[in-house]
């Protein structure tokens, strides 16, 4: 399944990014939709402040569950890697806390999505960034080379997370920090749902509980793991089915209360 899995999520992003439709939330099953105001996941998660001066089409086509930029610590100097940039936002805002001595890596599998961020990089001028192509379970960089794991809502999406924790792990430096947004479950999904392709690629089916969590991320070698609730979701009504268009009301009603996006932070442990 994990092929399939990863199929699922790479056309659902290309789709959305090539359309510009809105994301998984707003009916084309790729995660957390558009970053506007309306919209139950991504709204009001970046400032204007924040922003301001990057292309508008790069804000409105951001997909993620959280703003992993403003929580983070991030330093000038630092060298910081995005698991899944999509299109670029939180390379962008990283590339700028860190200045012209740091540097910010974007990785993404999905063509239409590099472009896209290599298109936003040109227009907001900032260089001391590079996009890669790959996969988190895979990522192509040395051992020890980044100072700061971000990730807007991307690990969910992987069908194999503890090979991704340990990629993770490989390449963050002695003392290294991953700090990302993502989606966790307060309690386990129906069985229906996890086996739903179309749920995965919205971020939903493939998200762990806090404690299944926290063992993957000390199994990958991390320690100090805190996570912190941003938003609990509601599937009642309108917002529900905008976040989950191809279940029922029934369906929805047995999962309220168990989604939620958290703000999750470990380190590596440094040479002694």
């Known amino acids: 399944m994990n092929e399939s899995i990863r ?16 994301g998984c939330c707003g009916g084309s099953s790729c995660c957390c939709g558009s970053a506007d105001q309306a919209n139950p996941i991504t709204g009001g998660l970046y400032s204007s ?9 790069l804000v409105a086509n951001t997909f993620g569950c959280g703003n992993p930029t403003a929580l983070a610590e991030i330093h000038p100097g630092e060298v910081v890697l995005d698991l899944g940039s999509g299109a670029g936002l939180d390379v962008l805002l990283s590339a700028r806390r860190v200045g012209p001595t740091g540097k910010a890596y974007g990785l993404d599998m999905t063509d239409e999505m590099l472009a896209e961020a290599r298109a936003n990089q040109a227009k907001a001028g900032i260089t001391n960034v590079e996009f890669l192509k790959g996969h988190l379970e895979a990522i192509p960089l040395p051992d020890n080379c980044i100072d700061v794991i ?13 090979q991704a924790l340990r990629e993770a792990y490989r390449v963050l430096k002695p003392g290294g920090r991953l700090a990302v947004s993502d989606i966790v479950l307060t309690r386990p ?6 086996q739903d392709l179309l749920a995965w690629a919205g971020c939903i089916a493939g998200a762990m509980q ?7 991320l000390a199994a990958a070698g991390f320690v100090d793991s805190e996570i912190q609730v941003t938003r609990v979701y509601d599937f009642a009504g309108d917002q529900g089915q905008q976040i989950l268009p191809n279940s029922s ?24």
């Open 189 to 194: 999904l129906p069985e229906k749902l996890q």
């Open 49 to 57: 402040e924040q922003v301001a001066g990057l292309p508008e089409d």
């Open 150 to 162: 971000i990730s807007n809502c991307v690990i969910n999406l992987s069908a194999d997370k503890d």
């Open 249 to 272: 009301e029934e369906e929805r009603q047995e999962i309220q209360g168990s989604v939620v996006s958290a703000f999750i932070r470990v380190k590596k442990l440094p040479i002694k």
């Open 7 to 22: 199929e699922m999520v790479r056309q659902s992003y290309a789709r959305a990014i090539t359309q510009k439709s809105g």
């Open 210 to 216: 806090e404690q299944e969590y926290r063992e993957k």
